[in-house]
């Protein structure tokens, strides 16, 4: 039985299991749409359909796409859809290689672009990349405030510089940039070539920090948490003694605004269309936290102290000096603000408590 009824509109969401893709699943099936999502195994979506997407299942349909990086992988499930909405990124951290690993992330980009192009229908309204903070923030500049007009160009040629050397985190920027690159140029390529027809569907980009916030369905354990999520399990439940590492440059996003921003792009093509959507909020970091947690949880002695307020400002701005970003886009098609650091983390910790009752 779904709670509410349905537009009629099919929206793909690939790497549906995924943290980001479920919140944007859950934000569409309540809007009325029906839900297409894909995963390597049709099975591995279970947990949603007997949790977050329960109430909707009649509106919801998995698809399995064991390998997004053979050619045409995509092609029968893009059939029929009024958007794609392109979260998974096909990233094996256990390639130590350009070409192991970042020709792995733009084909499967490419791929499911090229599907759409050519089998999804007319009725196609729009494509949507996750894409990454890390294809815009180029670490060798500062001070600077980045916008949605600026490349990572950095990463890159690092990647290449260092060849086997290269380390995982450095790939992995590469690997994002270049994966937005590669529909860029595809949109420009059919837009320059006058024997092919133009592609009749919006497509836009949305280049998240590092994303925080409750998640929709909790894996069985906190070792299935996804990386984002993690150093606020360790520091919530005292896994870590002492405050983890920050994840890049702790510039923060809460994931029901990055879903937010993917489900408006869909609905909005004209709008979107040739747009890269920069999101974050701020510097966030476990330290910061850890101090939010301890005030929320005083009987929590488990929390670790560190060292409170010594890497963050007040209000978790940017740092005077460093590098910050401008998402005044973003919140423009939005209508709003952002969720702050400190919602997002009490809203995680209100749904990690379930993993202290089974303790």
Known sequence: MSSSMSNGKIVLVSGINGYIASTIGLDLLKKGYTLRGTSRSTHS??????????????????VSVPDMTVPGAFDEAVKGVTAVIHTASPIDFSLKTWDSFVPIAVAGAAGILLSAYKHAGPQLES????????????????????TEADWNTYSAAKAKELGEGAPGGLLYQASKTEAERAIWA??????????RAKPSFSISAVNPGVVVGPPVQLPPTPSSLNETLRPTWAV??????????AIGSASYIDVRDVAAIHVWCAEHPMESNGQRYLMANGRGTPQAAADILRKAYPYRKEIPVGEPGSDYEEGYGWPEGGQSFDSAKAKKALGREFVS???????????????????
Do not use: C
Not at 236 to 245: E, L, N, R
């Open 341 to 359: 650091y400190d919602q997002s983390i009490l809203d995680t910790a209100k749904v990690f408590e379930r993993y202290l009752w089974e303790e």
């Open 45 to 62: 979506a279970d947990a949603l359909l007997k949790g977050a997407y329960k109430h909707y299942i009649d509106r919801v349909q998995m």
């Open 236 to 245: 919530f439940s005292g896994a870590s003694t002492t405050i983890p590492q």
């Open 186 to 195: 595809f949109r420009d390529e059919y837009k320059a070539d006058k024997t």
């Open 127 to 146: 494509f949507v990349l996750t894409s990454s903070v890390a294809a815009i923030i180029d670490p060798s500049k500062k001070p600077f405030n980045f």
